[in-house]
């Protein structure tokens, strides 16, 4: 099968680059309107549109939160830390292995709480937060990213541990399908969005 997935590290440090800019942005935004409607209790954000697109209920939960400071101020510090990885690829540094794959496991831990909010948002909350999906949305294209280059390198691959076949054959698929895999995850996002607001959204 042939590769799908040829983008050099400074292609993907453009993606990068994009994604820790948009992320910048959104997380900005929430913390400001976070700490507009802690001071004020009659601030509107500008993302409240009806009652399932809001941000107010989110900015106010108690998950959206780490040791009671609002997420979006450790996304400024993920996102501007990968706007400075992502720079170092665009003008050529040689990144080390070890680099990567630091990088690979705070875009994990970034997903993980992505993941963390989405489920508090949608299935807890049943309120959809279009700054908190502008940052999923780049999150994933992180993680996705980061994880491919990794993947395609063999950066996992570890000097006398042979991992097991279904892991290869995975890696494998996912290195020679990484646009299907990025669309198929998109896909997913929506549909579920679609599947459990659809009354809402379109009534």
Request: with cysteine; net charge positive.
């Given at each position: 099968m042939k590769k799908v997935w040829t983008a050099s590290p400074e292609?993907?440090?453009k993606?990068?680059?994009v994604t820790s800019i948009i992320g910048l942005i959104a997380a900005f935004v929430l913390l400001r309107d976070t700490l507009?409607?802690?001071l004020n209790p009659n601030f509107t954000p500008i993302c409240n549109i009806n009652p399932i697109l809001s941000c107010t209920s989110v900015m106010a939960a108690p998950e959206s939160k780490i040791l009671g400071i609002p997420s979006a101020a450790f996304?400024?510090?993920?996102?501007s830390a990968?706007?400075?990885?992502?720079?170092l690829l665009v003008v050529g540094v040689k990144v080390p292995r070890r680099v990567w794959l630091a990088g690979f496991i705070a875009a994990t831990i970034g997903l993980a709480f992505v993941v963390h909010l989405y489920i508090t948002s949608i299935f807890t909350l049943g309120t959809i937060c279009l700054w908190c999906l502008t940052t999923w949305v780049v999150t994933i294209a992180t993680f996705w990213a980061i994880l491919t280059h990794c993947l395609r390198q063999g950066y996992?691959?570890?000097k006398g541990w042979h991992a097991p076949s279904w892991l290869c054959a995975l890696g494998k698929f996912w290195v020679n399908n990484a646009g299907l895999v990025l669309a198929i995850w998109y896909a997913l996002l929506i549909f579920s969005i679609l599947i459990k607001f659809?009354?809402?959204l379109f009534l």
């Amino acid at each position: 099968m042939k590769k799908v997935w040829t983008a050099s590290p400074e292609i993907i440090g453009k993606i990068l680059v994009v994604t820790s800019i948009i992320g910048l942005i959104a997380a900005f935004v929430l913390l400001r309107d976070t700490l507009e409607v802690a001071l004020n209790p009659n601030f509107t954000p500008i993302c409240n549109i009806n009652p399932i697109l809001s941000c107010t209920s989110v900015m106010a939960a108690p998950e959206s939160k780490i040791l009671g400071i609002p997420s979006a101020a450790f996304g400024i510090a993920g996102y501007s830390a990968l706007l400075a990885f992502a720079a170092l690829l665009v003008v050529g540094v040689k990144v080390p292995r070890r680099v990567w794959l630091a990088g690979f496991i705070a875009a994990t831990i970034g997903l993980a709480f992505v993941v963390h909010l989405y489920i508090t948002s949608i299935f807890t909350l049943g309120t959809i937060c279009l700054w908190c999906l502008t940052t999923w949305v780049v999150t994933i294209a992180t993680f996705w990213a980061i994880l491919t280059h990794c993947l395609r390198q063999g950066y996992f691959m570890i000097k006398g541990w042979h991992a097991p076949s279904w892991l290869c054959a995975l890696g494998k698929f996912w290195v020679n399908n990484a646009g299907l895999v990025l669309a198929i995850w998109y896909a997913l996002l929506i549909f579920s969005i679609l599947i459990k607001f659809n009354q809402a959204l379109f009534l």
